[in-house]
């Protein structure tokens, strides 16, 4: 079987360093915010290019604590991007603010200003993009439509560690930027983790305070904050992860080189191929719109598919009060996506196997 990710195998390759980083942590006795924490933030900070990383509990954290320092009025808009994950949108209704959902770009399926523009009210205080997939969405001209309005700029990078825009990374992109680390994406720790990347000295002052009980000093509570810290194991495996992530979306990229050079089915409408390079392909994501006897087919030939995301946001039971909304092309891409095995591990042979396999599907 060639799984579509195994997260034994892509740690495998690092194990030795990761141990020794366990046990550095271990015999140092000093588990959470110390030197781990402060080396890992310094070097995410300058391998996105930006002035500062605060590392935090996990990407859902992450982007809670960047709408929680921007203290907004309850009640704001905040326009995201209703093809995407649901920790996107879950900080911003747990915090009082509303959510206007956004078509996506029907070519790249994120968020761009065409479908922003249109919703921009006298109550939207910000713009929340996801790269989706690890492609950056195309910034200029958001970046052009906050500036025109007064709005907030915020990524949510947890798909997009090192992807590049116009020569600049992912999480320098906004006014700040929330990154995962969770074990499945591109840079991921062996349990939850995450960072706040931004430029904004007082901003990044903010959510240093909330993520430690609103305390810089011990037993000083400045405001009202919450626990949620990156913890010294999880900073010293993410500095192992770190020094790699480069090689590892090298790879990533010339697997999707090869599959959009390659794979030739008339069902399947593949990624654009315009940005090989600067997309880091977190996922592979293709459309069939017969995609359950497709995914059967590749399972009885022992591939692995996996569908980001089955259920779209809006249509969630969480989100009941949504339902009424009519985002076709959002619902339509949730009935039809599925996700190829691309990862670190993959071999050229499976690779090989798995194009071939595609190209005679009977589906
Ligand atoms: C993974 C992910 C998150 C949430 O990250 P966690 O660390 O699991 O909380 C948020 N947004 C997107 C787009 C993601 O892929």
């Given at each position: ?257 090869r599959y959009l050079a390659e794979i030739h089915h008339p069902s399947l409408q593949m990624?654009?191929a ?12 293709v459309?069939h ?51 190829l ?11 090989d196997?798995i194009i071939e396999t595609i190209n005679e599907s009977?589906?």
């Amino acid at each position: 079987m060639i799984p579509h990710l195994d997260l034994r195998q892509v740690n495998q390759p690092y194990a030795e360093a990761l141990q020794a980083a366990a046990c550095r942590v271990l015999s140092s006795g000093w588990f959470v915010l110390g030197h781990e924490v402060e080396a890992f933030e310094t070097g995410f900070a300058a391998y996105c290019g930006v002035k500062h990383c605060i590392g935090v509990g996990n990407g859902l954290e992450a982007i809670h604590l960047i709408f929680k320092a921007m203290n907004f009025p309850e009640g704001s808009e905040i326009i995201v991007p209703a093809n995407t994950y649901i920790a996107t949108i879950l900080p911003i209704t747990a915090l009082g603010l509303t959510p206007v959902w956004a078509e996506p770009d029907p070519r790249t399926y994120t968020l761009a200003a065409p479908q922003i523009e249109p919703l921009i009210t006298e109550k939207t205080r910000a713009i929340v993009v996801v790269h989706l997939y690890g492609r950056c969405c195309d910034m200029a001209p958001i970046e052009e439509l906050a500036r025109k309005y007064n709005l907030k700029l915020i990524e949510d990078a947890a798909q997009a560690h090192g992807a590049t825009y116009q020569n600049r990374k992912a999480g320098n992109l906004s006014d700040a930027a929330a990154f995962s680390f969770y074990p499945t994406k591109n840079l991921g720790a062996l349990g939850d983790a995450g960072g706040v990347v931004t430029n904004d000295d007082e901003l990044a002052h903010q959510v240093r305070l909330l993520r430690n009980y609103g305390s810089e000093q011990k037993y000083i509570h400045r405001i009202p904050g919450m626990n949620s810290r990156l913890d010294e194991l999880q900073a010293a495996f993410l500095r192992v992860k770190l020094s790699h992530l480069d090689a590892d979306n090298r790879r990533r990229q010339a697997l999707a080189a090869r599959y959009l050079a390659e794979i030739h089915h008339p069902s399947l409408q593949m990624p654009p191929a315009d940005a090989i390079d600067q997309d880091v392909w977190h996922l592979f994501v293709v459309r069939h719109p017969q995609r359950e006897a497709f995914m059967t087919y590749l399972r009885q030939k022992n591939i692995g598919t996996v569908i980001h995301y089955p259920v779209a946001p809006h249509q969630q039971d969480a989100y009941r009060e949504y339902r009424y909304l009519d985002l076709p092309l959002t619902e339509q891409l949730h009935r039809e996506v599925l996700s190829l095995p691309l990862n670190t591990v993959l071999t050229d042979a499976e690779a090989d196997y798995i194009i071939e396999t595609i190209n005679e599907s009977p589906y």
